[in-house]
């Protein structure tokens, strides 16, 4: 079994409370978050059905006790790779339910990106659908740890071949009868509770090892500052596999709010959706804020729109004014997050006019630092690096002990007297702070590719690009871009003649998500090299500007 680095290695242990229980204790894991909605009002909505939370928690904990039954087991994990749909969250609460460890995937995700996820987590579960079975299918040649494909519709039209794993119907599996905890086996908060894949500046992505704490935690500061209530509408647009989407499912719960969920296509769904459903929270990434400041927003759309948010990247000023005009009723809150710890500042909307470049302060029960390389902090003004310390900082990257020991270092200031250190993540921003203790952000260290709202590795793209066999040697950049944030352009050694930019995007397409997918592609005689005999990134991007 794989350990995240520095984690006290888990035994397997018999299920716990999998049957749906009401108690004035504090919620230990994500799922139990459900026993605070009141049970006759509205949880989740997807399309035309909706589910109270009595409703979404009974069916919870008849899917994890179906898990029980499979064999899952607390520690093991639990990928689901679906997009937006009911099952999809019932299968991530239930996998809490049952001790397990859910790894929610993008559903944008091709065979070679969940080839690696699985085998880097070493699932024992996906659950899936019948659409997705094929790439399932075809990622499971590589994995020999996945035991159970569950398929979420009828298994028989996904014709996904059995083999070493045993593959299950959704029905079957979520029929289960609810079983009680064995005594002295409950889960705390502590355990593993999730892991959220991100990409990494070198190599594939990261798996960030968040407990129930972490999660609980973030729950409770992020609906606090952003004033959720049982009243509120949350229109989920985010995929759950980012920190931000997964937190609008917990801000939600934790609050009794009710959460409608929406696999984005069209950015005039989310008006109509808005409008539908009375939406009173609306959270975006830059990127399609921009397409939403450009349509017809009716009266119907925003008369109960509460405040809408950001997070992502930096949202443009302009777009900011344009949306508060679309919106004059609600409060805007521009964020700043961090899947290493889930969450990290936010800007108060009153101050979005005076400092609408400010990521804000630190959300409540963390502090957010800007430090030099010493630890000692920076003065107003003086750029440093980012610093998170607090009750959301994750464990570390999952089965990576040394990018685990780049970012998760003793906290500034940290007493060296104890024989554990407080560890706080350091995030590799630059940011500054003014003079009033506001933050703002400058930029990454590394070159990491931020687009449409995903942090993109530049090694993944050029890993595919290899892999069509159609160029000798590339390297990707990310180039500034209003609407998108960066757009990815590749800078070529062709190994054919005949290459063209359509020719390997189309290539490309076949293995990589479309937001992975350059825009354009300059064709070289040479990439240049510095003295140690790497790319030159930097002429690199002085040639792509000329």
Not at 160 to 178: F, H, I, K, N
Not at 222 to 237: E, F, K, N, R
Not at 282 to 291: F, G, K, R
């Amino acid at each position: 079994m794989s350990e995240v680095a520095g984690a006290p290695r888990r035994t397997a242990l018999l299920p716990v409370r999998i049957e749906p229980q009401r108690t004035a204790l504090l919620p230990v894991r994500i799922d139990q978050l459900l026993g605070r909605g009141e049970p006759d009002r509205p949880a989740l909505t997807y399309k035309s059905q909706t589910l109270t939370y009595r409703e979404l928690s009974e069916r919870v904990a008849r899917f994890a006790a179906g898990l029980h039954r499979l064999g899952i087991r607390r520690g093991d994990r639990v990928a689901v790779y679906a997009e937006k749909r009911i099952e999809t969250v019932v299968a991530l609460l239930a996998t809490s339910a049952a001790g397990a460890v859910f790894v929610p995937v993008n559903p944008l995700f091709k065979v070679r990106h969940l080839t690696r996820l699985l085998a880097d987590c070493a699932a024992r579960a996906v659950v899936t659908t019948a659409e997705r079975a094929e790439v399932v299918r075809e990622s499971l040649a590589a994995n020999t740890a996945v035991e159970h494909v569950l398929i979420i519709g009828d298994p028989g039209k996904s014709r996904l071949p059995g083999g070493p794993w045993q593959v299950s119907g959704w029905d079957r599996v979520a029929d289960a009868e609810p079983v009680p905890v064995p005594d002295g086996q409950a889960i705390i908060d502590d355990d593993i509770a999730a892991i959220l894949y991100t990409s990494g500046s070198t190599g594939g992505p990261k798996g960030v090892v968040l407990t129930h704490r972490n999660l609980l935690a973030g729950a409770a500061s992020v609906a606090g500052y952003l004033g959720h209530t049982s009243d509120d509408v949350v229109l989920s647009v985010l995929p759950i596999s980012f920190d931000a989407g997964l937190s609008q499912l917990t801000t939600s719960f934790i609050a009794g709010a009710h959460v409608v969920l929406m696999n984005y296509v069209l950015p005039r769904e989310v008006v109509r959706l808005c409008a539908e459903h009375q939406v009173t929270a609306l959270t975006c990434v830059p990127p399609l804020w921009l397409q939403l400041a450009g349509l017809t927003w009716p009266e119907e759309s925003v008369a109960n729109l509460r405040y809408f948010a950001n997070t992502g990247g930096r949202m443009p000023i302009v777009t900011l004014g344009v949306l508060r005009k679309l919106y004059p009723h609600a409060e805007p809150y521009l964020m700043y997050g961090l899947t290493e710890a889930f969450r990290s500042t936010y800007l108060e909307p009153a101050e979005a006019d005076r400092r609408p470049d400010s990521i804000g302060k630190a959300i409540p029960n963390a502090e957010v630092l800007v430090v030099r390389p010493d630890g000692s902090l920076c003065d107003p003004g003086e750029h440093g690096e980012l610093v998170h310390r607090g009750a959301l900082v994750a464990l570390g990257y999952w089965n990576d002990p040394e990018r685990t020991a780049e970012r998760f270092k003793p906290a500034p200031g940290a007493s060296s007297s104890t024989a554990r250190p407080e560890i706080a993540v350091w995030s590799g921003d630059t940011a500054y702070c003014d003079e009033d203790g506001y933050l703002y952000f400058v930029g990454r260290s590394d070159d990491m590719i931020k687009t449409s709202g995903y942090r993109v590795s530049p090694t993944e793209i050029e890993e595919a690009a290899y892999a069509t066999g159609l160029v000798g040697e590339v390297v990707a950049l990310g180039i500034g871009d209003e609407r998108l944030g960066q757009h990815i352009v590749l800078m070529v050694k062709s190994a054919a003649c005949d290459v063209t930019h359509e020719g390997l995007v189309r290539a490309l397409a076949q293995d990589l998500p479309k937001y992975m997918l350059p825009q354009r592609t300059q064709i070289l005689p040479e990439l240049p090299r510095s003295m140690n005999g790497k790319f030159d990134r930097v002429e690199l991007r002085r040639m792509e500007s000329r």
